[in-house]
């Protein structure tokens, strides 16, 4: 059993925050354990509490299209979130997204400094603004710093650009396309820094 089994079993047990009572699971990270890329998310979406897979919705299947698109191979990166449970409120039967508050942040930062402990990624990529801000400071701006490396003693290179889920919420097809455009740029800034793959 490795280690990052052992934590995604354990992650199940957790009740430092709330999130535990309104969700089925805490969804843990997957992919390569000596993965060159990290990729952090805010928090799991509805699909992914369900099926307690990270990054398996809509979002997801964006970040495989432009992974893909940029040259990087998915089979060889981590994928993973801030926070681990779905923060939401209830809308009839729809279950609709909130934003994670601090102390689900703080909870969690345990499981994410694990992961990174096990992984040690050599490019660590932040999707969107709560693990930019989580992760290296409160002072980081998505839309200014992304794609160009930012100073952190958490990996070689840290990276931030949008979360594919933004670029789902854009307001029409041209925005989005744009938006698109510059994630799979990012991307390809990621791939440079790891360089070829065997």
Same mark, same amino acid.
């Given at each position: 059993?490795?280690?990052?089994?052992?934590?995604?079993?354990?992650?199940? *047990?957790?009740?430092?925050?709330?999130?535990?009572?309104?969700?089925?699971?805490?969804?843990?990270?997957?992919?390569?354990? !000596?993965?060159?890329?990290?990729?952090?998310?805010?928090?799991? =979406?509805?699909? /992914?509490?369900?099926?307690?897979?990270?990054?398996?919705?809509?979002? =997801?299947?964006?970040? !495989?299209?432009?992974?893909?698109?940029? =040259?990087?191979?998915?089979?060889?990166?981590?994928?993973?979130?801030?926070?681990?449970?779905?923060?939401?409120? /209830?809308?009839?039967?729809?279950?609709?997204?909130? *934003?994670?508050?601090?102390?689900?942040?703080?909870?969690?930062?345990?499981?994410?400094?694990? /992961?990174?402990?096990?992984?040690?990624?050599?490019?660590?990529?932040?999707?969107?603004?709560?693990?930019?801000?989580?992760?290296?400071?409160?002072? %980081?701006?998505?839309?200014?710093?992304?794609?160009?490396?930012? /100073?952190?003693?958490?990996? !070689?290179?840290?990276?931030?650009?949008?979360?594919?889920?933004?670029?789902?919420?854009?307001? !029409?097809?041209?925005? *989005?396309?744009?938006?698109?455009? =510059?994630?799979?740029?990012?991307?390809?800034?990621?791939?440079? *820094? %790891?360089?070829?793959?065997?």
């Amino acid at each position: 059993m490795t280690n990052l089994t052992q934590l995604r079993e354990d992650v199940q *047990r957790c009740t430092a925050c709330g999130l535990h009572e309104i969700t089925d699971k805490a969804v843990f990270g997957e992919g390569a354990a !000596d993965a060159q890329v990290m990729f952090v998310g805010e928090q799991p =979406g509805d699909k /992914e509490d369900r099926e307690g897979h990270p990054f398996v919705g809509p979002a =997801g299947r964006l970040l !495989d299209q432009a992974l893909e698109e940029a =040259g990087i191979d998915r089979s060889l990166v981590y994928v993973t979130n801030t926070v681990k449970r779905f923060n939401h409120s /209830e809308r009839g039967k729809r279950r609709i997204h909130e *934003r994670p508050r601090a102390e689900h942040i703080k909870a969690c930062r345990q499981w994410l400094d694990a /992961e990174l402990a096990e992984v040690k990624p050599k490019v660590l990529v932040c999707l969107g603004a709560v693990p930019a801000q989580a992760l290296v400071g409160r002072h %980081v701006k998505v839309t200014q710093d992304h794609g160009q490396p930012l /100073e952190s003693d958490l990996a !070689d290179v840290v990276i931030v650009t949008v979360h594919p889920s933004s670029i789902l919420r854009q307001r !029409d097809e041209d925005a *989005r396309q744009q938006a698109y455009r =510059g994630f799979v740029e990012d991307l390809r800034e990621v791939a440079r *820094r %790891v360089g070829p793959t065997p």
